[in-house]
C-alpha cells in the first residue's frame, strides 16, 4: 500500500467509522462494512488507522520499526482518575490518546460522574477540559457548586462544533477532554441532522482523530434511549477503544459502570455508585448493600450470590405468594426475569408439589439489582417456597443453582468464588448443586440434586426457629 501525505491529496474515508486508505475498497477493513468508502478530501492530521497503532503516524520517508518494547506506551502512563469505581472499570485509569465512550439513559448520571471526574483528575495536578454541548456553562457550574467541583484545574467550556473542541484542545492542552455530549456537537464537514447517525460518526471520528493526534485522554458522553430514537453509542463502539455504560433501575439510588469494551483492560469490570445529594458516590463493597437487611427468620427472603461482571455480589430475593381472586393470577418480577420466574413456578408446582399455580405471586431484588443470572433461580424458588409455607429460609444460608424444568438443580459458573464472597460477609452455611466439588471456603456446604430435596433441606421450622442448614 502506497502512503499519501495527509492533507495533500485526496482519500477514501469510510463513512461508518472514519478509517482512510489511499483507494477505494469495496470493504472496509476497518469495520467490515461494505460499499461505504467515499472519496473525500483528506484532513490534516488525520489518522490513517484510527484503531491501530497509538502515537503520531509516522510521516513519508520516516516510516521505522522498533523493537516492541522500546515503543512508547507503558502502565505507567495510565492517568488515574482517583474515583476508584471509576478506574477499576477503566481498567486502571485513563489511558494518553485513548477515546472513552460513557453510554447511558437520559438522567443516569454520566454528567455528573464526568464533572466528579475531572474534579478528581484536577486534584491531581492534571487539567481536565470539560467541553458541554448540552447544557449551558452556567448550568454545568450550578452543579459543580452542587458537587463541589471546582478545582481551578477544571476548565469549562461551551462548544457547539468539533472545531470548537479542537481549538480549544490546542489552546490549553489539557491531560483530558470531556465532551459533554457526542450528539450535541457537530462537525461541519460532516451533512445530516444534528444528533443523526452520520453526524455523530462524524463527529466521533473527528475527536477520535484529535485524541490520537495530540495524546489527550478524551470521554464521550452518549445518550443511549430504551427506544433507540437518537443516535446511539452504539454506532461509535468500533470508532472507539473503551465503552461504558452507565445504568440502573431509575427508582434505585445505584447506579452500575460496566465496560463492555476496553483496549487496555478487562471488559465485565463493574463499578457500583450511589447517587446521593452530593453526586456519586462510589460503592466500595456493594454485596453490603444488597445482600440484605431483612429482620433474621423472616418467611420469603433467600440469599444467593450474583454475578455482575466479574464481580461477585451478595443479593437478596423476596418472594410473597398469596391467595389470588383473579382467574389468571398475578406474576410480578421486579429486578427478576418475568419469564423465568413463571418457569420456576411452574417446576414448584410440578415437580416440587408446592400449589403455587393460583397463587398471586410477587418476587423482587433488594436495592436495585437486576440478578439476570439463572444462578439465582434456586434462590428465586426458595424464596416463593419460604413465603407460601410461612417457613423462613437460615438466616446465614446462600442458595446456588440453576433450575431445570426436571426440578433437577443445575451448576453454576464460579461458584467458588460465590462461595468465597458469601463467606466474606458472615454466611454459614450454602446449598449448591451436587456437581459442585469445590473448595467450601469454610462455609458448611451441602449438595442438593432437586428443588424438592433443596425445599426438605432448607426451610426451617415455622416458629422461625434458628438453625443451620442440614
Ligand atoms: P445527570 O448527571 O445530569 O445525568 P445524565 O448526564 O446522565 O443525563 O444527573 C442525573 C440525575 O441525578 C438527575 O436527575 C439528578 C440526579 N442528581 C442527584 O441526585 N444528585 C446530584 O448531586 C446530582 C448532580 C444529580
Ligand atoms: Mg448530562
Redesign the pocket.
Known amino acids: 500500500m502506497t502512503r499519501t501525505k495527509a492533507g495533500t491529496r485526496a482519500v477514501v474515508r469510510c463513512e461508518a467509522c472514519g478509517r482512510t486508505e489511499p483507494k477505494w475498497l469495496g470493504q472496509c477493513p476497518e469495520c467490515g462494512a461494505w460499499g461505504t468508502m467515499v472519496e473525500q478530501p483528506a484532513r490534516a492530521g488525520e489518522r490513517r488507522d484510527p484503531a491501530g497503532a497509538r502515537g503520531a503516524a509516522a510521516p513519508v520517508g520516516e516510516l521505522v520499526a522498533q523493537p516492541i518494547h522500546a515503543v512508547a506506551g507503558d502502565e505507567r502512563d495510565r492517568a488515574r482518575t482517583g474515583i476508584a469505581e471509576l478506574d477499576r472499570v477503566l481498567g486502571g485509569g485513563l489511558v494518553p490518546g485513548s477515546v472513552t465512550l460513557v453510554g447511558?439513559e437520559?438522567?443516569?448520571?454520566?454528567?455528573?460522574l464526568l464533572l466528579q471526574a475531572a474534579d478528581a483528575l484536577a486534584r491531581q495536578g492534571r487539567t481536565a477540559l470539560y467541553a458541554t454541548a448540552e447544557e449551558s456553562r452556567a448550568q454545568v457550574r450550578l452543579?459543580a457548586g452542587?458537587?463541589d467541583t471546582l478545582h481551578p484545574g477544571v476548565l469549562l467550556a461551551a462548544v457547539t462544533t468539533t472545531d470548537d473542541v479542537v481549538a480549544l484542545v490546542d489552546h490549553h492542552q489539557p491531560d483530558v477532554v470531556i465532551i459533554d455530549s457526542v450528539q450535541t456537537v457537530r462537525d461541519e464537514d460532516a451533512g445530516g441532522v444534528a444528533g443523526g447517525t452520520s453526524q455523530v460518526r462524524a463527529v466521533a471520528a473527528a475527536l477520535v482523530a484529535l485524541a490520537k493526534g495530540r495524546g489527550v485522554a478524551t470521554l464521550l458522553?452518549g445518550h443511549v434511549t430504551k427506544d433507540g430514537s437518537v443516535a446511539g453509542p452504539r454506532v461509535l463502539e468500533h470508532l472507539v477503544d473503551v465503552v461504558c455504560e452507565l445504568g440502573g433501575e431509575a427508582q434505585h439510588a445505584l447506579r452500575l459502570l460496566r465496560a463492555t469494551k476496553n483496549r487496555f483492560g478487562a471488559t465485565g469490570e463493574v463499578g457500583c455508585f450511589e447517587?446521593?445529594?452530593?453526586?456519586l458516590r462510589g460503592v466500595a463493597d456493594p454485596s453490603a448493600v444488597f445482600g440484605g437487611r431483612s429482620e433474621p427468620g423472616t418467611a420469603g427472603v433467600a440469599r444467593t450470590v450474583a454475578l455482575e461482571g466479574h464481580r461477585p455480589l451478595l443479593a437478596e430475593v423476596q418472594a410473597l405468594a398469596a391467595a389470588s381472586s383473579l382467574t389468571q393470577p398475578r406474576r410480578v418480577a421486579t429486578g427478576v426475569d418475568g419469564t423465568r420466574l413463571a418457569l420456576l413456578l411452574a417446576v414448584l408446582d410440578k415437580r416440587a408439589g408446592l400449589p403455587v399455580g393460583a397463587r398471586d405471586v410477587y418476587v423482587a431484588s433488594v436495592g436495585g439489582l437486576t440478578l439476570a443470572e439463572p444462578a439465582v433461580d434456586l434462590a428465586a424458588c426458595l424464596a416463593v417456597a419460604s413465603s407460601e409455607t410461612e417457613r423462613p429460609l437460615p438466616d446465614r444460608g446462600v442458595l446456588l443453582g440453576e433450575v431445570g424444568l426436571a426440578g433437577e438443580v443445575r451448576p453454576v459458573p464460579r461458584t467458588a468464588d460465590r462461595l468465597a464472597e458469601a463467606a466474606r460477609l458472615g454466611c454459614e452455611s450454602a446449598l449448591v448443586p451436587t456437581a459442585y466439588d469445590g473448595p467450601d471456603a469454610g462455609l458448611s456446604v451441602q449438595r442438593v440434586r432437586t428443588v424438592s430435596e433443596a425445599l426438605a433441606v432448607a426451610l426451617q421450622p415455622p416458629a422461625g426457629a434458628a438453625g443451620a442448614v442440614g
Open positions: 447511558g437520559p438522567g443516569a448520571g454520566k454528567s455528573t452543579r452542587r458537587l458522553v447517587m446521593t445529594g452530593a453526586g
